[in-house]
Nanobody, 124 residues
Framework: QVQLVESGGGLVQAGGSLRLSCAASGRTSSPYTMVWFRQAPGNEREYVAHINWSGGSTDYADSVKGRFTISRDNAKNTMYLQMNSLKPEDTAVYYC?????????????????WGQGTQVTVSS
């Protein structure tokens, strides 16, 4: 199993930046892909971005493409989400998740391991 802990959330003004981290522990020697989802109050959880095991393949939701960058450092067992040009509509709890395998997926049901979430609030 993989245990995940997010950090880096906070309050930022519109147009600002934040970097989220997701630290993995447990059985991290097997290849696993990682993803970010987010959930705003009253909304369903939505896909943000995923990254494959090697970090060579990434994918983004249209709503964040060009503003967010997903990356990972396997030596540190950590994934990152650099968020630039933040908008009030980016306000949500951000969750990282993982699944064993080398390819990423957009579906929430594909991921077996989840972090507890970190709050991101963007003020206008």
């Amino acid at each position: 199993q993989v245990q995940l802990v997010e950090s880096g959330g906070g309050l930022v003004q519109a147009g600002g930046s934040l970097r989220l981290s997701c630290a993995a522990s447990g059985r991290t020697s097997s290849p696993y892909t990682m993803v970010w989802f987010r959930q705003a109050p009253g909304n369903e959880r939505e896909y943000v971005a995923h990254i494959n095991w090697s970090g060579g393949s990434t994918d983004y939701a249209d709503s964040v493409k060009g503003r967010f960058t997903i990356s990972r450092d396997n030596a540190k067992n950590t994934m990152y989400l650099q968020m630039n040009s933040l908008k009030p509509e980016d306000t949500a709890v951000y969750y990282c998740a993982a699944r064993y395998g080398i390819s990423g997926r957009r579906l929430e049901s594909e991921y077996d391991y989840w972090g507890q979430g970190t709050q991101v609030t963007v003020s206008s």
